[in-house]
């Protein structure tokens, strides 16, 4: 019988030699032998075609019960098997968070965020028992640490989570521009999800860059002269997941046909000048363009914070100005029915004159990627 060590040795090996379904099977089985990230790997790997496989899997192996495991477990049945958060998954979450699992916390201090008193109560625990991912993702000066642990309230975390639910389906979808179908949706986003993304990922900025028109290559251009950090498949906690989700909804695409997440930050003197979003022709015949979902169709962005009167995403052809106001989404599409560049989707990002300008873009291409797929599942 081999070891740990050994199918993880040999797991690696095979996936150098590009046999990935062999590198997983044997994750697969370390995973039976209590290698926890082992099985959460396997099972990531399988919920892309079985999620409930994935469940089972998950629900077999000698750590069913370890805080990690269960929280992926959860993380898995609201993404890839329901739509909304179930009685069940609600349940879960308290108890790991009752217990202090930090990312548990997160998740209901995300989603009970716009009723204070619950979202105190979640915080102040997590303040006590996960008090380094308090400091780092939440330091909210209206908590009080007690040295007394009082027991959350579930019944009040899931009316505050029906709330959140009902509140976004009942969002006003306002049309700009049916030519491009640009669409705008105030309070998309909480306060919290935006302040959230800022401070989880900052570390991940670096220059932004274009593609190259010849070859599709990343490129540093005076076009554009923001910072950007690409959340990748990896990185696609439960609140990044949830987000993505919200804005495929809004723009009436697939979750499997979108890039990762973007994260921007522009800072005075800092813009994005006009352009489009598709590919050119040239670039749309690159193998490894069509190999990654094609042309992109649709582009979805969300403001993180409040300008006042610059920084304004602009429409020249169609002379519309966005303001940028915290929470809000705006969708447009790319590209016409014949896959052509929509002329009148050229914008621009206008130059930061004080302070900074955050933003969440996303690009939905016409075809699955391989970030939608890992991250979503087909």
Known sequence: MNSVQQLLDQAQYHQQQGAIDKSMALLGEAGKLGNIYAALDFAYYKVRSDAKFALIYLQSIPNAQHPTVRYHTALITRFYVEENFSRSVISELVALAQSGHAESLLVLSCWCSEEEKVYLQIVSVMAKLSPNIYRQLVN???????????????????RAIRAREAKLRSLEHEMLNEDISLVRVKNALSAFECRYLQQRFIPLLTRSMVANPAD????????????????????????????????????????????????????KGQEYKAHYDAFSHKQCQQTELIEEGGQRAHTVLAYLNSMSSDGETHFPKIDVKIKPEQGTIVSFKNIDENNEILKLSLHLGAPVANGEKWTLTKWIRINQTQYGILTHGN
Request: proline share 4%; net charge negative; charged share 30%.
């Open 140 to 158: 909210d000066d209206r908590v009080l640490v007690s040295t007394s642990l009082e027991p959350l309230d579930e019944s009040s975390i899931e």
């Open 216 to 267: 599709g290559s990343p490129l540093v251009d005076s076009i554009r002269t923001s910072d950007v950090g690409v959340i990748l498949s990896e990185m696609a906690d439960w609140i990044v997941r949830d987000i993505d989700t919200r804005m495929a909804n809004i723009s009436k695409t697939k979750t499997s046909h979108g890039e990762p997440l973007n994260l921007l930050r522009y800072q």
